[in-house]
Every structure is written in C-alpha cells, then in structure tokens.
C-alpha cells in the first residue's frame, strides 16, 4: 500500500487549511495562527472506490418503542451542584467538554465527581486518564482532597489507542480524559492538540462512548478569547459543552452550561474553592452582594437570571474626566462592553448627560459574567450615579432592557427576581411601566414605574 505525504497549514483558530504558509489567517484574520502539518493519504489499491463497495451497514434501524428506557436513566454524581448543570445527572454514553482558563479547577473539580461516582456505585470502576500529570502527581492531588476510592484508577496515557483499548476492557462507569489537547494517535504525523489530531482522536472517543454507553467527560484547553483551544467542531461532536468561570484570585467559581442536548442550556452551579478542593454553593443568590459598600456613587444591586435560578449582583461603575484629551476609554468587567457602549449613547442621545470626555468602568463584583438585557437599566442607573456622584438608595433594585429610543422595555421572570429581592431585604424597584406580573409585590416591595430611561433617572433622584 503506498502510502504519499502531503504538507498543509493549518490555521490553529479555524481550521482553514493553505497551500503555503502566511503570517494571517484570511478566514479569521488570526496572526500567527499557521501551522504546518504533513497529511497522509492512501493510494494506489488501498484506496476503496464507496461506488463499488458492498452495502454491508453495521447498525440496524430500530422502532422507538423498543428502545429500552434504561439508557436514558441517568447517573447522578452527588455533587448537586454539578448535577444541576448537566441536568440532574449524566446519561449513559453522553459526552460532555469541560473548559476553563488554566488553575480554574477543572482537574480538581473531575477528581472530586470521580471520587463521588466511586462513592455512589462501588461495584464498577471509574477511569481517570491524565495525560498533564504523572500517577505521582494525581495521587498527592488526591490526598489533599481527602480522596480514596478503591474502584477509582489513574492512568497516565496519551496515546488514544491505548487508551480506548484500556477502557474497552475496563468497562468502567465513568471516563474523564485531562486533557484532550494531550491526547494524540501515532498514525498522523501531527503533534499533539493540533487541528488534525483533536477532529481524529475526539472522534475514535466519542465513538468509542457511544458503542459502550460509558458516560465521557473531556477536559479542554480555552484560548486566550477564551473559547475552547481548537476547531469548534469539537463543541459539535459532544453533547453538552461546560465552560468553568471565575477569577482565580476569587473564591467562587461558576459553571455555565453552553450546550446540552439533554438538559437545560442556561444553567449555572457555583463553587467555592478551598484548600480541600471545590465546595458547592447551595444558596448562591446573595453571596455576591455580602462586601457592598453603604452610601457609594455609582453601585446598585440588579437580579439576574442565571438558568433557573435568580442570583442578584452588584453592579459598579465608576467615571472620571480624562482631561479632553483623545479617545475616552470604556472598560467592562463581566458584562459585554458593545452593550455597554449602546447605553452611554442612549445616555447622551436620549438623556443629555455629557460622556464624550469621560473614562467609563464598568464592573460586576464578585467575577461573575451576566448575559442578559435586563440589566440595562442598573447598568445605566450605576453610571448616571457616579458621573453625579450621588449615591442610589441601599434598599433599591433596578431591573429593565434600554431600547435605542430610550424607552424601557419589560423582562422575563419578574415574579422570580423581585421574590429573591424581597426575600433579602431591598424595598423598592424601578421597572419598565408595561411590566406584567409585578403587581403581587406591591404590598412588600415600593415599585417604582417608568416608561423611559430618563423617568427612571429622576426616580432615582439622579436627574441633572
């Protein structure tokens, strides 16, 4: 069979391939993002011409009503956290990505689900493959979370083959791989985590999951934009994609789901590190809003919606004169700075504060990130009370999206939001006038009403 190698380059980014190499990517304008790599192909009487060859399929099609409902019972962890992001549990051969900045915990956080696997069914063994760290390495990570599981094994392993070989014989409940990036197949002549050698070996796993219904958890590498190291047909090929959050210089950690096929797409579970590893937050709602500061310009508390539950946060801003020299600089921290960028222009267009000339941050304590438009209002409250330097009310929330005209628009989960809010103490709330399912709260809770940005501003005692 012989055998003819064919150099390509491939963008690590995209996964466009080119004949020669270049300093940019044209397809994701990346820089430096070209790497070399040799393709194999088979010719001559290796190759198989598909017109020719035999219908000989390997799988029947089979009626829905004899699909047993076995495989669709799910494998709860313990860890109720965790299980609430991926939906009460995990399925039998489902594939999950886990993806974080390196030191987040990952590695900790799959130690410890495995350690609880172990733990809940003891007659079948869990597989931990490691391809970072040595045997040594896990066993002292394991004797700082106070781990010790007789049916859980380590392997250290990079080779994709070996490892499907050992699980296909160990037959294990669970398979964590740390981290797919490491892992690689000798039959391409590419190094480990680039393009070729992630699509080829995520591709043997995942059917290797499917074939045996053995749950698989792969841990992976994020980018500096901060999107999983690689093609994102790897978040296609998998079930559920997870994406672990949080400063490393904070306590808490989130756990935002981004995909799941078999679950809910919007959940988040929340963690506390510690030095005997990662704690879930059972009431997480309040948690960050415990260090505000009382009588400060520029902070207020927005409840937002995280999945299915309402956690309320503090958001801060803060303005300052950059002396009308050059471009003013807009800084965002857990929030997305093009959405930030619209409401200093409503705030200017539609309210007639003057901001060309001012530095504007804008930060969510805590370093959490929040994705939704009802934060509008309390982002804009947060600036408007700095660049006047009066402080809002301690006792107020503020909930609503900012449309281009100015006008405040109604949100979903009303009765959730101000429930939480009353539950911790606050007494008033600004929301858009339209705003169905408020009324129930008006006994408890001052609401304020108002049809646009500017009326909330003078609500708030904040108007010029």
């Known amino acids: 069979m012989a055998r003819k190698g064919k150099i390509v380059y491939v963008c690590q980014n995209c996964g466009a391939e080119y004949s020669k190499w270049q300093g940019k990517c044209p397809q994701c304008n990346e820089w430096n993002s070209l790497v070399e790599e040799v393709r194999v192909e088979r010719t001559g009487k290796g190759r198989k011409s598909l017109a020719r060859s035999p219908l000989s399929p390997k799988s029947l099609p089979v009626r829905l009503q004899e699909i047993s409902s076995r495989d669709t019972q799910r494998i709860p962890s313990g860890i ?29 956080l799959m130690l410890q689900t495995a350690c609880q696997y172990c733990q809940r069914v003891k007659d079948k063994p869990v597989l931990y493959v490691s391809g970072e760290e040595s045997l040594g390495q896990l066993r002292l990570r394991a004797q700082r979370l106070n781990i010790d599981a007789d049916n859980l094994y380590l392997l250290a392993e990079t080779d994709v083959d070996d490892i499907i070989a050992h699980c296909t014989k160990l037959q294990p409940l669970v398979l964590i791989v740390d981290s797919i990036q490491t892992v690689y ?8 985590g680039s393009i070729i050698q992630l699509k080829e070996c995520g591709s043997r796993l995942l059917r290797m999951a499917k074939e045996y219904s053995i749950p698989l958890f792969l841990i992976g590498h994020v980018t500096k934009a901060g999107v999983v190291a690689g093609p994102r047909l790897l978040e296609h090929l998998v079930d559920a994609v997870i994406y672990f959050e949080g400063d490393s ?19 988040v579970g929340v963690f506390e590190m510690k030095p005997e590893g990662l704690i879930p937050v059972e009431h997480p709602t309040g948690i960050f809003i415990e260090q505000r500061a ?18 309320l946060v503090e958001i801060q801003a803060l303005t300052s004169y950059n002396g009308g020299f050059g471009a003013p600089r807009r800084s965002t921290s857990g929030v997305d700075h093009r959405r930030v960028a ?32 009802a934060i509008d209002v309390p982002i804009s409250l947060a600036i408007v009370s700095s660049f006047r330097n009066l402080p809002i009310e301690y006792d107020m929330i503020a909930i609503g999206e900012v449309g281009l005209a100015g006008e405040l628009r109604p949100v979903r989960h009303i009765d ?21 399912g408020a009324g129930e709260f008006e006994s408890s809770l001052r609401i304020l009403r108002a049809s646009t940005l500017a009326e909330a501003i003078e609500l708030c005692g904040l108007a010029l």
């Open 185 to 192: 197949t000798t039959e391409l002549d590419a190094i480990p």
């Open 294 to 311: 009382q009588g400060t310009a520029g902070s207020i508390i927005a409840p937002a919606m995280e999945g299915s539950r309402t956690m």
């Open 416 to 436: 959730r939001r101000l429930s939480e809010a009353r539950r911790l103490g606050f007494k008033k709330c600004v929301i858009a006038r339209h705003q169905s």
């Open 80 to 108: 109720d956290e965790f299980d609430r992001v991926v939906g009460g549990g995990i399925l039998p051969s489902a594939v999950v990505l886990i993806a974080g900045e390196p030191g987040i915990g990952k590695s900790t």
């Open 249 to 267: 210089q904070l306590a808490y950690r989130i756990l935002r789901v981004i995909k799941n096929r078999f679950g809910p797409a919007d959940e």
């Open 342 to 373: 619209l409401i200093i222009a409503v705030l200017e267009k539609r309210c007639g504060y003057r901001l060309f000339d001012q530095d504007i941050f804008v930060n969510i304590a805590g370093g959490i990130r929040v994705d939704e438009p």
